[in-house]
């Protein structure tokens, strides 16, 4: 039996769900059961927080996981990423209250900036030879400038509605993402079979719905 982590509630839960039942998988779920098994297909689905989805599957408390590319770059197992979903596609970018100037990069040197993804944007920075100041908060990072906590944020966008109703304007995009397969690597032959399996119908999927 294969142990798939995918997000319990957010931006991926239900492109999730829907891409498993596409694939011909039936299960029952109701919000309040954290855990739920296939009813034609060998697949025991856990409902988890995306941030934990990357280190139960590196760990094999999970065999897979669907969760977004920024979450596995961040947790720091890139090398789980199986195959890329084409679901759930975001971008990380650096924005600034919209009356700020800002001409370039250089123009965050010694800035505060608040962020969820200090380990990405950590790497963006050091790149380019910026030294910032990385406050880490796991939510609500859009809030900051206007509490008077970091001049600037590092966050997910996806419509950019969350930018726009904080007065925020973007000026990096640091990292494009979108949702990923994630696989243990040290499956059994069994789950290695299961997985492509599912790959197999997942693939379909994704051909059929072009
Ligand atoms: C991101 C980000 C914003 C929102 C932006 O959260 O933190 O809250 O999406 O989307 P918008 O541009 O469409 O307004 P995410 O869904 O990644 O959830 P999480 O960080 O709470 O896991
Ligand atoms: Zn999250
Ligand atoms: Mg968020």
New binding site residues.
Partial sequence: MLRLAI?KS??LSEDSLNLIRECGISFLSASYKLKTEATNFPLEILYL???DIPGYVQDGVADLGIV?Q??LVEAGFPALEVEGLGFSK?RLSLAVPRAATYDSIEDLQGVNIAT?YPRILGDYLTERGVKANLHTIS????IAPSIGLAEAIC?????????L?NGLREVETVFRSEAVLIANQNLSAEKKELLEQLQFRMQAVRRARR
């Fill in positions: 997000q957010g931006r927080r995306d941030d977004g920024n979450v975001c969820s939510g609500s990072v859009e966050d997910i966008v996806s419509s950019g509605s969350t930018l109703g």
